[in-house]
């Protein structure tokens, strides 16, 4: 209980305000964090109050440092969070190829890829804001050819763009 008063009187939070950033930080969802924060079962009523109590400064800042112990904890840097998303771009962009099986039962590449635009959009949008282009939209496009080559940027010009910083 002596933490939990300490922790109002340092942050200006509530229990449940310190519960929600705590859970916030944990799930990075903040329908989920106000759920379990407030007890609240209606799922619209979390939504709204959880992005509206998201939106207090002193809850920002709470979540900022819960982060940034994390980020301490586990010593994680700018440079390996970087290195890890050129990693998934460059597997993404990969792609992986298709397989069927063949008349002995065995399979075999057919010599078309599939890719995981997904992971390619999510590591390009993560990769813009680690550069600081808050990028809203990033979206892989497809050659319409029988290879379905991926054209977006490579992991290469991102790389250059963050040796220039």
Not at 26 to 39: F, G, S
Not at 76 to 97: F, Y
Not at 125 to 130: A, R
Request: proline share 1%.
């Amino acid at each position: 209980m002596e933490e939990i008063e300490k922790l109002e009187k340092e942050h200006k939070l509530t229990a449940k305000q310190e519960k929600f950033c705590r859970e916030y930080v944990q799930t990075l969802n903040k329908t989920l964090a106000y759920q379990r924060a407030y007890n609240c079962e209606n799922y619209d009523s979390a939504r709204t109050l959880g992005s509206k109590l998201f939106a207090n400064i002193d809850i920002q800042k709470r979540v900022d440092e819960l982060k940034a112990e994390i980020v301490q904890e586990y010593k994680i840097s700018r440079e390996q969070l970087i290195e890890k998303q050129l990693w998934v771009l460059n597997k993404a962009q990969e792609g992986q190829p298709e397989m069927k099986m063949n008349r002995e039962g065995k399979f075999v590449p057919t010599g078309n890829k599939f890719y995981d635009f997904r992971a390619i959009n999510d590591a390009v949008k993560n990769l813009s804001n680690m550069c600081g282009f808050n990028v809203n939209e990033v979206k892989a496009e497809i050659k319409a050819n029988v290879e379905s080559d991926v054209n977006i940027i490579t992991a290469k010009d991102i790389a250059n763009e963050l040796m220039k910083k």
